[in-house]
């Protein structure tokens, strides 16, 4: 069934998109208007990256690739092998005037496009986990290429059903206060993993978690040395639910039981470095703000509290939910950020919570704080 259309704009691109209700797997083309920022990002990021390529792995509406082939002049290929998908492709790029020197629209299974061919940087956005891809793309990728993965399984990586994220991504998951850095930090650290096996290491540039869905921007390099330096940063989360300590530990340093008297649980393999590199956030935040977004304002705070974060690698923690262990009232931000800085403790807000501050002071030391 051929769908009724309706044209919007994103950015400074014109689109033609399905009119739908609901937002389902069995639609007959697929256009998400939450969207958005994810494809605002990617336009951005491929401006900083200036990639020789771009291949949309799994198009849809042709909305991202179209808006990377008409805002930043890199080659795309649009690919999608939903045939009234690949229609609508074709017809978003008569409507932007686009020629095939600036993108070509493709009707192929996605195993299939990237196999023998090398990409500068792949995009893949399924629904729901990106697992059945990561290996083709690590062997499509050049060498300094970036890949851009999508996950929405987020009950599966946030611990709702751990048995699936055990499935899916050979980790170990709980739910707890921080479940949603927790999913991010496991896809990199699966990505990672697979990524191993080619000689390959990876660099988060740009990782986040918004609304309904995990996005992670990964420079892939060859060799060794990178290698080992990602062997580095896989690790396990030992997480205390009496106390609420949460601490990074290798496989042979894993203890049973907290200094508190608590037993630990154990989430991992996981990704324990950064999840985005500051220099790459600069600059991306300088192509937002010099671009036409709809979402940047939304874009530019995110940024800006992913960059900040950095320097902190423990999850965050909940304000409220140590209060509510406390049983005190909750302290202002501002009062309580002034008390950790001048006792010379780091301290950040996160983007993945509101209510959520990133710091290198221990439990303990967040307690007194909060009380005092």
Known sequence: MTPTLTEIQEGTTKLLVPVEEKLLKKNPVFYNPEMEFSRDISVAATRVLKP????????ASGARGV???NETGTPVIANDINPLAYELIKKNISLNNLN???????????????????????DVDPFGSPVHFTDSLF???KNRGTLAITATDT???????????????????????????????????????????YDTGITPL??????????????????????????????????????????????????ENCSCGGKFNTAGPLWSGN???????????????????????????????????QEIHVPYYDIHKICKKLKVPSPGMEKLTQNFRENNFKISRTHFSGTGIRTDAGIN?????IIN
């Open 67 to 69: 808006r990377i082939a």
């Open 206 to 255: 740009f990782s986040h978690c918004t609304r309904h869905y995990f996005r992670m921007y990964l420079r892939v390099r060859r060799g060794s040395k990178y290698v080992n330096e990602n062997l580095k940063n896989i690790k396990y989360i030992q997480h205390c639910f009496s106390c609420l300590k949460r601490v990074y530990r290798n496989l042979d340093e894993l203890k």
């Open 52 to 59: 020789e390529n771009f291949c949309d792995l799994l198009c």
């Open 275 to 309: 999840f985005a590199d500051a220099e790459f956030c600069e600059d991306l935040a300088a192509e937002i703000e010099s671009g036409i977004f709809n979402t940047k304002g939304e874009a530019q705070k995110i940024i800006s509290k992913i960059k900040e974060e």
């Open 139 to 141: 062997r499509s990728i």
């Open 100 to 122: 095939d020197t600036k993108i070509i629209a493709s009707n192929l299974n996605a195993q299939e496009l990237l196999t023998g061919k090398n990409y500068d940087f792949i």
């Open 365 to 369: 030391e967040i307690k007194e704080f």
């Open 155 to 197: 009950a599966a990586l946030c611990g709702t059903y751990p048995k699936a994220c055990r499935r899916k991504y050979d980790s170990q998951i709980f739910h707890t206060e921080y479940y949603n850095e927790l999913g991010l930090r496991v896809l990199i650290g699966f990505a990672t993993r697979n990524s191993l096996k």
